[in-house]
């Protein structure tokens, strides 16, 4: 037999790679579209918590896992068609769970675990399509290596080809499938790419099968050798550093501009891009230059995490602290790239590839929260980026590392007298205070870099460790980062940049503190709470704690009520050090804690005069709270003539439109006062935004009246409801112009 006739037939050959890439593209497009469309399924019925948001990535990331790991065994311990005949069985059960929709009957038990239940609810609405496409990649790369296609020997040019499936699918979910179907639709339009998937599988499989009995050219167990455990290990590191520094870099932006959803977007499609740009050999991303990239990306990095240029990013720092990340994940992959095993050991490399990425996840998402009041990850991932970076320099000698030590000691000195007469905004002063000494360092201790490296540390760890930050309360929880500090005469709690209450320096030893901040007696909800409705208010319900500035208008005998979903919030709030509202005006008020809209849903019996919805003074929106079916809630749980209150003060999103749209729908009268301007020299005063919705039976001239309170009706847009709402239409301006304001300056 000729060697022509033992090669698969050309056309096949030449087939091969257009059908695999189409494949593994579909496959992975649809991967990151059913992560995005299941959560917002089920968000209305669990909450809106950040915790929820871990809880499900924390799920896909365990099914990845446990999808590569199929793949693994099955590929090792099956021959090609028991392969492809147990995957399309496991295809044909998947199917039996489309469209993704919730369990029938599911409902939340509020005395349970959240985590366990939210993990159990993603397991039974989309556990098995998700896991038959986590499998997936792996497993189509195994296929084509048998196939006998171009470069079958070297098949990991197809994650490249996943990867940007991946990517594309992320970046059309929120602005082209959210804004212009709802969720029914986007769900039956991924039942039909499944189904299209079974196709390519099926065509895929096969040709594997034929290129295989072909050329005769599979590995037997005996044939394959293992990868030591070193290199075992150095793959889950390479994966698990750019892992988690993208969420490092995420936390940090959130924190300094907004936790926004375009923030989330950008780091995460960038770390996909870098597998599209270095898991080929055709790329100009690879070799020494690349490596030198990435130090002096790290070292940027880390100079921005410790706040070297100013306590907060400006939006140049934030363009580089990103582009330092993307760069420092291109090394890592492509450093993946080039100690990728040969392709029989392709399926263990990716099991790795997902534990080391997990682990990122792991550790950003639920220990570093847990063991740091501080965004101490970043800077701790980038150390280890150092140590990879310079292994094959490192020197222990003990001599110079002491010698290091004691410049950096004097160094840091040094540092902590210039930098405390440095004012913060002076970031390029700062940054060169921080440079020059930094350079001598590395000049004066060369060639060893393990000394230079240790005086460097020490030199600016020591000045950040000291340094005062003048914070009162400083600590983490699933949902951000907690501040309290006094600035300009008022003491300010925050969230990142954003302040969620305040209170008077001044008023902190008084017996009925002044509200502040948004809710100053001159604000929109003062004047409300002021008025006659709020004396004739019986029950008060106010969704959103904050310091507990508006319980400073509870009169006697009233029965009310907040709800808030972080008990972090509510122990700054309770706390008469930090601020004396909730002390002083209302001590036994309760406090549900819990997603406002699943408690409302379980208190059937409640009924208010006014309810306040002040989950909005950040600046992101909570989209389940802002929808039709919310609002019909929250219509529900008010008494006949009761007043629907919300503040809409944000940012970066414009609200009146789709709430007027809502008024309009469930037949309200909307009302708004947009307060511009500075009403008050209260150091803490803030001017809001603030939109009413009044009942058919509502008389509330204190508002009706008032010339401030400016009547508004629907747009004509479509109205927002849990299955179809488009925040970015909310916008004050276009998504690409706020991308340039914060990325670019």
């Given at each position: 037999?000729?060697?022509?006739?033992?090669l698969?037939?050309?056309?096949?050959?030449?087939?091969?790679?257009?059908?695999?890439?189409?494949?593994?593209?579909?496959?992975?497009?649809?991967?990151?579209?059913?992560?995005?469309?299941?959560?917002?399924?089920?968000?209305?019925?669990?909450g809106?918590?950040?915790?929820?948001?871990?809880?499900?990535?924390?799920?896909?990331?365990?099914?990845?896992?446990?999808?590569?790991?199929?793949?693994?065994?099955?590929?090792?311990?099956?021959?090609?068609?028991?392969?492809?005949?147990?995957?399309?069985?496991?295809w044909?059960?998947?199917?039996?769970?489309?469209?993704?929709?919730?369990?029938?009957?599911?409902?939340?038990?509020?005395?349970?675990?959240?985590?366990?239940?939210t993990?159990?609810?993603?397991?039974?609405?989309?556990?098995?399509p998700?896991?038959?496409l986590?499998?997936?990649?792996?497993?189509?790369?195994?296929?084509?290596?048998?196939?006998?296609?171009?470069?079958?020997?070297?098949?990991?040019?197809?994650?490249?080809?996943?990867?940007?499936?991946?990517?594309?699918?992320?970046?059309?979910?929120?602005?082209?499938?959210?804004?212009?179907?709802?969720?029914?639709a986007?769900?039956?339009?991924?039942?039909?790419?499944?189904?299209?998937?079974?196709?390519?599988?099926?065509?895929?499989?096969?040709?594997?099968?034929?290129?295989?009995?072909?050329?005769?050219?599979?590995?037997?167990?005996?044939?394959?050798?293992?990868?030591?455990?070193?290199?075992i290990?150095?793959?889950?590191?390479?994966?698990?550093?750019?892992?988690?520094?993208?969420?490092?870099?995420?936390?940090?932006?959130?924190?300094?501009?907004?936790?926004?959803?375009?923030?989330?977007v950008?780091?995460?499609?960038?770390?996909?891009?870098?597998?599209?740009?270095?898991?080929?050999?055709?790329?100009i991303?690879?070799?020494k230059?690349?490596?030198?990239?990435?130090?002096?990306?790290?070292?940027?990095?880390?100079?921005?995490?410790?706040?070297?240029?100013?306590?907060?990013?400006?939006?140049?720092?934030?363009?580089?602290?990103?582009?330092?990340?993307?760069?420092?994940?291109?090394?890592?992959?492509?450093?993946?790239?080039?100690?990728?095993?040969?392709?029989?050991?392709?399926?263990?490399?990716?099991?790795v590839?997902?534990?080391?990425?997990?682990?990122?996840?792991?550790?950003?998402?639920?220990?570093?929260?847990?063991?740091?009041?501080?965004?101490?990850?970043?800077?701790?991932?980038?150390?280890?980026?150092?140590?990879?970076?310079?292994?094959?320099?490192?020197?222990?000698?003990?001599?110079?590392?002491?010698?290091?030590?004691?410049?950096?000691?004097?160094?840091?000195?040094?540092?902590?007298?210039?930098?405390?007469?440095?004012?913060?905004?002076?970031?390029?002063?700062?940054?060169?205070?921080?440079?020059?000494?930094?350079?001598?360092?590395?000049?004066?201790?060369?060639?060893?870099?393990?000394?230079?490296?240790?005086?460097?540390?020490?030199?600016?760890?020591?000045?950040?460790?000291v340094?005062?930050?003048?914070?009162?309360?400083?600590?983490?929880?699933?949902?951000g980062l907690?501040?309290?500090?006094?600035?300009?005469?008022?003491?300010?709690?925050?969230?990142?940049?954003?302040?969620?209450?305040?209170?008077?320096?001044?008023?902190?030893?008084?017996?009925?503190?002044?509200?502040?901040?948004?809710?100053?007696?001159?604000?929109?909800?003062?004047?409300?709470?002021?008025?006659?409705?709020?004396?004739?208010a019986?029950r008060?319900?106010?969704?959103?704690?904050?310091?507990?500035?508006?319980?400073?208008?509870?009169?006697?005998?009233?029965?009310?009520?907040?709800?808030?979903i972080?008990?972090?919030?509510?122990?700054?709030?309770?706390?008469?050090?930090?601020?004396?509202f909730?002390?002083?005006?209302?001590?036994?008020?309760?406090?549900?804690?819990?997603?406002?809209?699943?408690?409302?849903?379980?208190?059937?019996?409640?009924?208010?005069?006014?309810?306040?919805?002040?989950?909005?003074?950040?600046?992101?929106?909570?989209?389940?709270?802002?929808?039709?079916?919310?609002?019909?809630?929250?219509?529900?749980?008010?008494?006949?003539?009761?007043?629907?209150?919300?503040?809409?003060?944000?940012?970066?999103?414009?609200?009146?439109p789709?709430?007027?749209?809502?008024?309009?729908?469930?037949?309200?009268?909307?009302?708004?006062?947009?307060?511009?301007?500075?009403?008050?020299?209260?150091?803490?005063?803030?001017p809001?935004?603030?939109?009413?919705?009044?009942?058919?039976?509502?008389?509330h001239?204190?508002i009706?009246?008032?010339?401030?309170?400016?009547?508004?009706?629907?747009?004509?847009?479509?109205?927002w409801?849990?299955?179809r709402?488009?925040?970015?239409?909310?916008?004050?301006?276009?998504?690409?112009d706020?991308?340039?304001?914060?990325?670019?300056?």
């Amino acid at each position: 037999m000729s060697m022509v006739s033992e090669l698969p037939r050309r056309p096949a050959r030449l087939l091969a790679p257009v059908l695999f890439t189409a494949t593994i593209f579909l496959s992975a497009s649809l991967l990151f579209f059913v992560q995005p469309l299941f959560a917002k399924i089920a968000l209305p019925v669990i909450g809106g918590a950040p915790a929820v948001w871990t809880t499900a990535m924390l799920f896909f990331q365990t099914v990845l896992i446990g999808g590569y790991l199929y793949a693994h065994l099955s590929t090792r311990l099956l021959p090609v068609p028991a392969q492809l005949a147990l995957h399309m069985a496991l295809w044909a059960t998947a199917l039996w769970f489309l469209p993704p929709e919730l369990p029938e009957g599911w409902r939340l038990d509020g005395d349970g675990s959240v985590a366990l239940q939210t993990l159990g609810l993603f397991a039974l609405g989309i556990g098995a399509p998700f896991a038959l496409l986590s499998a997936n990649a792996p497993l189509i790369q195994s296929w084509y290596e048998k196939s006998g296609g171009p470069s079958a020997d070297d098949p990991y040019f197809l994650y490249g080809a996943s990867n940007l499936g991946s990517l594309i699918a992320l970046l059309a979910f929120p602005l082209v499938a959210e804004p212009f179907f709802g969720a029914l639709a986007i769900s039956y339009g991924f039942a039909m790419g499944f189904v299209a998937l079974g196709i390519g599988l099926v065509a895929s499989g096969g040709l594997a099968w034929r290129g295989l009995s072909a050329v005769r050219s599979a590995a037997t167990p005996a044939q394959i050798k293992s990868p030591e455990i070193s290199t075992i290990g150095f793959w889950a590191l390479l994966a698990f550093l750019p892992s988690s520094l993208m969420l490092a870099v995420t936390s940090k932006i959130s924190t300094d501009v907004g936790a926004i959803p375009m923030v989330w977007v950008i780091p995460l499609a960038l770390y996909l891009l870098t597998f599209v740009l270095t898991f080929t050999n055709r790329t100009i991303f690879k070799g020494k230059w690349l490596e030198m990239a990435a130090l002096l990306s790290a070292t940027l990095a880390i100079s921005l995490f410790l706040g070297m240029r100013g306590p907060h990013l400006a939006p140049l720092d934030i363009g580089l602290l990103t582009a330092a990340f993307f760069i420092i994940a291109l090394w890592a992959h492509r450093t993946l790239y080039e100690t990728r095993p040969a392709a029989n050991n392709l399926t263990v490399f990716y099991v790795v590839m997902s534990v080391g990425g997990a682990l990122g996840g792991l550790f950003n998402s639920i220990l570093a929260p847990a063991l740091f009041s501080g965004l101490i990850e970043g800077p701790l991932t980038i150390g280890l980026i150092f140590l990879i970076l310079l292994r094959k320099r490192l020197d222990f000698r003990a001599r110079p590392l002491l010698l290091a030590l004691g410049v950096g000691l004097g160094l840091a000195a040094c540092l902590v007298f210039l930098l405390a007469r440095i004012a913060p905004d002076a970031a390029s002063l700062r940054m060169t205070a921080v440079a020059v000494p930094s350079i001598f360092l590395l000049v004066a201790f060369r060639p060893n870099i393990s000394a230079a490296a240790l005086g460097i540390a020490v030199m600016i760890g020591i000045p950040t460790l000291v340094a005062p930050d003048g914070h009162h309360f400083r600590d983490r929880s699933f949902f951000g980062l907690h501040r309290v500090l006094d600035q300009n005469g008022a003491r300010l709690y925050s969230n990142g940049t954003t302040v969620h209450g305040a209170e008077a320096i001044a008023d902190l030893d008084a017996d009925r503190p002044t509200p502040s901040s948004y809710y100053h007696p001159v604000g929109p909800m003062g004047q409300i709470m002021q008025s006659g409705i709020g004396a004739r208010a019986e029950r008060v319900g106010i969704v959103g704690l904050g310091v507990g500035s508006l319980a400073c208008y509870a009169r006697p005998g009233q029965d009310w009520h907040f709800y808030e979903i972080d008990r972090m919030v509510d122990q700054v709030a309770r706390d008469p050090t930090l601020f004396t509202f909730m002390s002083q005006c209302a001590p036994d008020v309760p406090t549900h804690i819990g997603d406002a809209r699943v408690v409302l849903a379980d208190q059937a019996d409640m009924r208010f005069d006014i309810l306040v919805i002040d989950a909005y003074s950040s600046d992101a929106v909570p989209m389940h709270l802002t929808t039709i079916e919310a609002v019909a809630l929250y219509r529900a749980r008010l008494r006949s003539g009761g007043l629907l209150i919300f503040h809409i003060s944000n940012r970066y999103y414009d609200l009146v439109p789709p709430l007027a749209r809502i008024a309009d729908a469930i037949g309200l009268e909307a009302r708004v006062q947009r307060q511009t301007y500075a009403a008050s020299d209260d150091p803490g005063f803030r001017p809001s935004i603030v939109f009413a919705m009044i009942g058919p039976n509502g008389i509330h001239p204190e508002i009706t009246d008032d010339p401030r309170w400016v009547i508004v009706s629907g747009d004509g847009g479509r109205v927002w409801t849990d299955d179809r709402a488009n925040p970015l239409s909310a916008l004050n301006s276009n998504p690409l112009d706020w991308i340039w304001e914060v990325f670019g300056g």
